[in-house]
Every structure is written in structure tokens, then in C-alpha cells.
Antibody, heavy 120, light 106 residues
Framework: QLQLQESGPGLVKPSETLSLTCTVS??????????WGWIRQPPGKGLEWIAR???????YSNPSLKSRVSISVDTSKNQFSLKLNSVTAADTAVYYC????????????WGNGTTVTVSS | DIQMTQSPSSLSASVGDRVTITCRAS??????LNWYQQKPGKAPKLLIY???SLQSGVPSRFSGSGSGTDFTLTITSLQPEDFATYFC????????FGGGTKVEIK
């Protein structure tokens, strides 16, 4: 059964880099049937898609965040990761990782989410 | 970017009611439309993908329809566990979510 779990610091200082990892179990991140994605949700607000990656390492990012976002996959650890640099308070959110279905780009299986607060 | 507009933003309903939520895309997206349910403090859960395909394990009282720019999520007989917030999401281009519809107990 496919499961995902986010991990990383819960507190990041302004202007620093937010780094999160998603550990995948039940399916290999090298499986060509899946994309892997990151989504976030600021407190009390809606969902924002951040980026996705496939097993080849091909990435697609939200243009509103593109210059600050880096996403990568580590097949040896069955993980994929997100880095968001130059963070501000506006980046405070619950960050989710998810498996993404090809074609319709539905986020089929989600991690539980991890709260990241940007504050000094 | 293709923007998604959901309506209503909230609604009150009773157990057993038929509930309809609509989602409109700012331009045509064929059937690249997905629906999610989110409960407080929990991750979203996929209900419908490709506008009308029911995700495995989701009760059949949930259904989706539409194509082009106008889409609908219908819950035929609202159950206590269905009180939640529902989001649509387009997968035609850079994914965008609608603003959400909160379904509350009447």
C-alpha cells in the first residue's frame, strides 16, 4: 500500500532555505507510473501546488515560486525532496507531499502534512 | 494560468440531503478536473479524477460530471462523515485548486 510521510524542520528563519523530505513506502519512486508532488496550505487558506518530479528527474514548478523552488528524487532512499529558498512569513504553511497520477494530474495519495513556520 | 472558481463558498445541509457543488474554469480544460475532500487537521482525500471517475474506496454517493469549463460534484445523500471542505483542481496545465466549499451541518 502506497504511503508517504513528510519530514523536516518545523521552524525556519526568514531569508533561509526550507528543506523537506518525503519518504515513500509501498512503491518505488522509480516507478514510471507515478509523478511525485508537493502542495502547501497556509493557515486557514486554500491549497497551492508547488512542484512535481518524475522518476527521470524531470521537474515542473509553479511559476509563482519557480525561481525559489528546487525538487529532487533520491532513488536509493526512496525519497523525494523540496527546497524553497529566501523564505518569508508568507511561506508559513502545512506542506504536503503526494503521488500524482499521469495525465489528469490528480493527487491520489497524500502524506499527513508537516507544518512549517517562518519566523525569527 | 487557468483559474478555478467554486460555488458556493459554503453551504448548510442536513443528513440525507442532495448536495451540489460547482467549479468553473477560466478556460476550457476538457475533463482534467479532480475533486478532493478535506476534514479539519487532515490531508485532502481524492474523491473524483478526470471529472467523473470515482477513486477506489470512495462511496458511490459521490459523483462528478462536466467537461470544458463547468463541473459539478454531487453527494446524493449526505452522511454525517461528509461534513467537510471540498476542493476542485484542474490538471490541464499548471495545477490550480478552487477556493473550496465548506459543507456544514444545518
Amino acid at each position: 500500500q502506497l504511503q508517504l510521510q513528510e519530514s523536516g524542520p518545523g521552524l525556519v528563519k526568514p531569508s533561509e532555505t526550507l528543506s523537506l523530505t518525503c519518504t515513500v513506502s509501498g512503491v518505488s519512486v522509480s516507478n514510471p507510473s507515478y509523478y511525485w508532488g508537493w502542495i502547501r496550505q497556509p493557515p486557514g487558506k486554500g491549497l497551492e501546488w508547488i512542484a512535481r518530479i518524475d522518476y527521470t528527474g524531470t521537474t515542473y514548478s509553479n511559476p509563482s515560486l519557480k525561481s525559489r523552488v528546487s525538487i529532487s528524487v533520491d532513488t536509493s532512499k526512496n525519497q523525494f525532496s523540496l527546497k524553497l529558498n529566501s523564505v518569508t512569513a508568507a511561506d508559513t504553511a502545512v506542506y504536503y507531499c503526494a503521488s500524482v497520477r499521469h495525465l489528469v494530474l490528480s493527487m491520489d495519495v497524500w502524506g499527513n502534512g508537516t507544518t512549517v513556520t517562518v519566523s525569527s | 494560468d487557468i483559474q478555478m472558481t467554486q460555488s458556493p463558498s459554503s453551504l448548510s445541509a442536513s443528513v440525507g440531503d442532495r448536495v451540489t457543488i460547482t467549479c468553473r474554469a477560466s478556460q476550457t480544460i476538457s475533463t482534467y478536473l479532480n475533486w478532493y475532500q478535506q476534514k479539519p487537521g487532515k490531508a485532502p482525500k481524492l474523491l473524483i479524477y478526470g471529472a467523473s471517475s470515482l477513486q477506489s474506496g470512495v462511496p458511490s454517493r459521490f459523483s462528478g460530471s462536466g467537461s470544458g469549463t463547468d463541473f459539478t460534484l454531487t453527494i446524493t445523500s449526505l452522511q454525517p462523515e461528509d461534513f467537510a471542505t471540498y476542493f476542485c483542481q484542474q490538471g490541464f496545465s499548471i495545477p490550480h485548486f478552487g477556493g473550496g466549499t465548506k459543507v456544514e451541518i444545518k
